[in-house]
């Protein structure tokens, strides 16, 4: 038996999911647009100049020393992982063979695949109690840059991989050895795209939390040694200060909020326009 | 020159070294627990440190807890399969329909401006997704929609109520599919995309409208789909700080109802690290790090799977 | 019943007559600048030129798939008594079908690829369904090489294989005209013959319109030939006297008596 099936039917349910489809992508861009003009709006609220002049706790005083300390922390966790996940990207990229090469990329994914509190877990017991660092930088940026080791083994196999086949080879038929190709051709020319993928792991790593929080501690000020000092940082002031009861660590917790989120969309922005010039050259 | 090759080769071996001994750590910590607690762990619901200012005292397999102590995680595991379940129930529906709004019944620019402002929203700290749950969501929900839901729903005993707060299962669960979506619609979207160059217009050419065609191919990128699934639930599994801050925290009591507070793996662990330092048996870090050590064994056995299906891992910011 | 033939044109007749046809991008760049054309019913009607001419979009416009792509369209194309782009792009895409350049079928069973289309457009039992399946199969002379297991992967075979499937795909919603975009241009010789054969065979039935670049194709299996330039047709009529000329042109003398056939 045939039937046809009404175009009428059809074209209705075409235009309906199409309708809501549309109707909910954008409903979708407005909650999380309002999410953001939520965090602005009450920071400009609540915002006294005091807050970003001043070091403070969470429940008074300012925001100084999280911002020192979630740079801090940012950066010396950007080094350490810097460090090595380019020899991760260098390995696979031009010396291991297929063996190694499948478990550095297991290796990668899986860390990537590690919820941020268990590295938090993993940094409180090895770096905090059994090397004995306490809270302090070095425990908080080691845990931190674990995490992105595998961001920034990713962005930078990239980014060597962008790197036209044809000045590789050149270089080779000037004899150069490998290192020298490494040095010179790959980490030169991918250096833009490096430096994007850095970016946009520093602004994640500005944003986390979980991972900080049993080995960076909280300091009022400023650490003063890299062990045994603890750290203050904007996220904790987010997180501290919103459960408070009175207004005042609340506002300090929305100007946090702020300044984060308005960092990240500066990191991000650059590191996109890095990205997006790059990628047009070639 | 094998000399700078061996540098490079010890140095990229570093991280491997570390990815072992994250679990070599983990599980060499949660030992005590796994033999004192034994299947109890996964099956009740008490978490008791014991009366912890009194000595320890020697208990199954001879390891030493508080006098009393008895760990069960029941309430987290439950707490976070809920949260899960319920963020994967909204993310998968509105992927799949902004899915094919987006690539068939948008213009291209506009598509792409949709998902690089999704790109964004990824980037957005856990914590501030929470303070906006704290803030404005549970608020909202408290005020407005618990009592619609009381009302037109009580019958069921789940959503008789009545609501005290508007923290607990709905809060963190919206607030996690929140932060899922934009990891699960850039996989789904990319899949599609790669499908509809090559598909698009038979498919057309046979007389199917736009939506028609963009559920078949779809059909086509199954795998993907599944894949991505799963790769959100990865998300949704370590999701700390906004679970935290939105779940209501629960202890000791299961929820009875949808306005229950609840607490999640990851959110527990967060907040119950602390109480290991008063633990001087050492048997709640112990616990905690079984916990630990079971959502990473849950979290990487999703994301493998994802990987495997959808043929790449996420990583935040690459999206689009 | 599944398809009313009543306005359909018969043979001999002109199926689709286009005129003044122009399409132009959205930046203003000009594709087909004023094309008038008739494809004549139950025969090969035939474009060549080379690429860039505008041959595919000519085609596209006569499924309506040129407007996709975001071009724009002016003119009228009469086909079955009114102006197909004004109507139902739907119904037009239905009662012509379209084959493309490289075989496309869908990561299905050979089974489903050919059911796809069908499964669309009515509700068809599985007898009924069984029996279009077979029906297209054999059309394109798939069915006694394929008959043992329709389950079977559309991607297991060969590409000469995968196109015949993609016309039985296309001619099992039953359309009155068929067009088709260089398929043989990805193809073995072999698979080629095959094709032109089919194609030959298929003309008693449906209306052909065959889009290539190969003169020596053109050759083989036309009845009627526009040559286009630019976005222009420059010459179409009978293909003897098209193509005679032009092999005299080739060769070098000049038949003054070129036939400009108006439609």
């Not at chain 3, 008959?147 to 060969?158: E, P, Q, V």
């Amino acid at each position: 038996m045939v039937r046809a099936r009404g175009m009428g039917m059809r074209r209705l349910r075409d235009a309906l999911v199409g309708a809501a489809g549309l109707a909910i992508s954008a409903l979708l861009l407005a909650a999380l647009l309002l999410v953001l003009a939520y965090v602005f709006y009450g920071a400009a609220l609540r915002f006294e100049p005091e807050m970003l002049l001043t070091m403070g706790n969470t429940t008074s005083g300012g925001l100084l020393n999280a911002i020192v300390g979630t740079w801090l922390l940012s950066g010396l966790a950007l080094a350490i992982s810097a460090l090595l996940a380019i020899f991760v990207a260098i390995d696979i990229a031009q010396y291991a063979g297929a063996r190694v090469g499948s478990l550095l990329r297991a290796t990668v994914d899986t860390m990537a695949a590690i919820p941020a509190m268990v590295y938090g877990l993993f940094g409180f017991l090895v770096f905090v109690i059994y090397l004995g660092m306490g809270y302090s930088l070095l425990a908080g940026s080691l845990t931190l840059s674990l995490m992105m080791i595998p961001y920034l083994a990713r962005s930078t196999e990239t980014a060597m991989g962008n790197v036209p086949k044809e000045l590789v080879a050149a270089a080779y038929a000037l004899g150069a050895s490998r290192w020298q190709v490494i040095s010179r051709v790959l980490l030169r020319f991918g250096r833009p795209l490096i430096i994007s993928g850095a970016l946009l792991t520093v602004s994640i790593g500005a944003g986390e939390t979980a991972q900080l929080l049993y080995t960076a501690g909280w300091n009022p000020g400023l650490p003063t040694w890299f062990t045994h000092s603890q750290v203050g940082y904007l996220t904790y002031v987010v997180w501290a200060g919103i459960n408070q009861p009175t207004p005042y660590p609340q506002g300090l917790a929305f100007v946090a909020s702020a300044l984060l989120v308005g960092m990240i969309l500066v990191l991000l922005l650059i590191s996109k326009w890095l990205e997006g010039r790059e990628v047009r050259r070639a | 020159m094998r000399s700078d090759g061996l540098l490079i080769r010890i140095a990229s071996m570093i991280p491997v070294f570390f990815l072992v001994s994250i679990f070599i750590f983990l599980l060499y910590e949660s030992i005590p627990s796994i033999f004192y607690n034994g299947w109890n762990f996964f099956t009740s619901y008490r978490w008791n440190p014991g009366i912890t200012y009194q000595e320890p005292v020697p208990g199954p397999f001879g390891f030493r807890a508080s006098p009393g102590a008895s760990f069960g995680a029941l309430l987290f595991l439950f707490g976070t399969a809920a949260t899960s379940a319920l963020a994967l129930a909204i993310v998968v529906p509105v992927t799949l329909i902004t899915t094919i709004a987006l690539a068939m019944h948008t213009p291209r620019p506009m598509s792409r401006a949709v998902g690089a402002s999704m790109q964004l929203f990824a980037a957005i700290p856990s914590v501030v997704y929470g303070l906006w749950g704290i803030v404005f969501l549970e608020p909202l929900l408290l005020k407005y929609v618990f009592p619609w839901t009381e009302a037109t729903l009580g019958f069921i005993p789940w959503f008789r109520g009545p609501a005290t707060s508007g923290s607990g299962l709905v809060a963190s669960s919206l607030v996690l599919a929140l932060m899922v979506l934009p990891i699960t619609s850039a996989i789904v979207l990319d899949s599609f995309r790669s499908l509809q160059s090559r598909f698009q217009a038979p498919i057309l050419s046979l007389g199917a409208t736009r939506t028609e065609a963009g559920i078949a191919i779809l059909g086509f990128a199954r795998r993907q789909v599944v894949g991505a699934v799963f790769l959100g639930l990865g998300r949704a599994l370590g999701e700390t700080m906004a679970v935290l801050m939105t779940c209501g925290g629960a202890i000791n009591v299961m929820p009875v109802d949808i306005y229950s507070p609840i607490n999640t793996m990851a959110a527990a662990l967060a907040a119950l690290l602390d109480s290991a330092f008063i633990d001087a048996s050492g048997m709640t870090l112990s616990a905690l790090a079984e916990l630990g050590l079971f959502l990473m064994i849950i979290s990487l056995a999703s994301s493998a799977a994802g990987r495997a299906l959808a043929g790449r891992i996420v990583l935040r910011g690459e999206a689009w | 019943m599944m398809s009313t033939r009543a306005s359909e044109a018969r043979e001999g007749e002109v199926a689709i007559s286009m005129r003044g046809i122009r399409v132009s991008a959205p930046g203003g760049a000009e594709i087909l600048r004023g094309i008038d054309l008739d494809v004549y019913a139950g025969a090969i009607n035939t474009i060549v030129g080379p690429s860039g001419s505008g041959k595919t979009t000519l085609l596209k416009v006569m499924n309506r798939l040129v407007e996709l792509d975001g071009l724009r369209v002016e003119g009228r194309v009469e086909f079955q008594g009114r102006d197909l782009l004004k109507a139902d792009p739907y119904w037009v895409r239905r009662q012509i079908g379209m084959v493309f350049q490289s075989p496309n079928p869908f990561p299905m069973s050979i089974y489903d690829n050919v059911a796809f289309g069908v499964r669309l457009h009515w509700k068809v039992s599985r007898g009924e369904l069984d029996r279009i399946v077979e029906w297209a199969l054999m059309e394109v002379g798939l069915y006694e090489e394929v008959k043992g297991n329709l389950r079977r992967s559309a991607l297991t075979l060969s590409g000469g294989q995968q196109q015949r499937l993609c016309i039985a795909r296309a001619l099992a919603v039953r359309p009155s005209v068929l067009l088709l975009d260089e398929p043989t241009s990805s193809l073995d010789p072999y698979s080629r013959d095959v094709i032109e054969k089919l194609m030959l065979r298929l003309k008693s039935e449906l209306t052909l319109v065959l889009v290539t670049h190969d003169l020596e194709q053109a050759l083989r299996v036309s009845d009627y030939v526009a040559f286009m330039k630019f976005g222009s047709i420059v010459r179409w009529g009978a293909a003897e006297e098209v193509l005679s000329g032009w092999r005299d042109a080739g060769s070098g003398s000049h038949d003054p008596r070129q036939a400009h056939n108006g439609g």
